[in-house]
């Protein structure tokens, strides 16, 4: 039995990230150490465009086709135009994924910018385990509850002092209430329309 609850909580905290990965993440594809700047790297590297193709629906591939061999071109010319051929590649590339996903593109963001539990993440596909996200997942969505938790309660105690004491109250009642109602939403979505 406890195996079972394990591995639900697990599945759960899965399906969990996947929501926050759509929503509180969604530029991780915009980053320079994101998955879609490591692939294009390496296209660049091969000098195969290869790589990056599945990043992009099939109608946008002539395009990136296009911008990849002007990238190749341009760093034909020498050390000086490398960085400025593949930033410019990059951030086509990135465009035009995001726009695949119906997403808009505010440029691309440092390498320092992926979120902690996206990057824990990553590295789980990259290790082939989960466990370090799921204790990192747990921790934080531990943290949260019991962060607006405690806030509520203890503005429950002092809600009828005052019309600002239960106004107060409310306020830490409704965002503990909605944070509870988000993650619930999510560990009950199945979370396939996220395709980052």
Known sequence: MKKIKSAFITSGLLLLLTVFMCFKSYAHCDTLSGPVIKDARIALEKNDVTPVLKWVKKDAEPQIRKAFNEAISERAKGRQENNKADMKFFETLVRI?????????????????????????DKALDTGSSDTLNEEISKHLTSEIKKRFDIAFEKKKHKDDSVQAGREYVEAYVEYVHYIEAVHTAISQNGADHHE
């Open 97 to 121: 994924h995001r726009a695949g996903e119906g997403a808009s593109f505010t440029g691309l963001k440092p390498e320092d910018s992926i979120d902690p539990v996206i990057a824990h993440a």
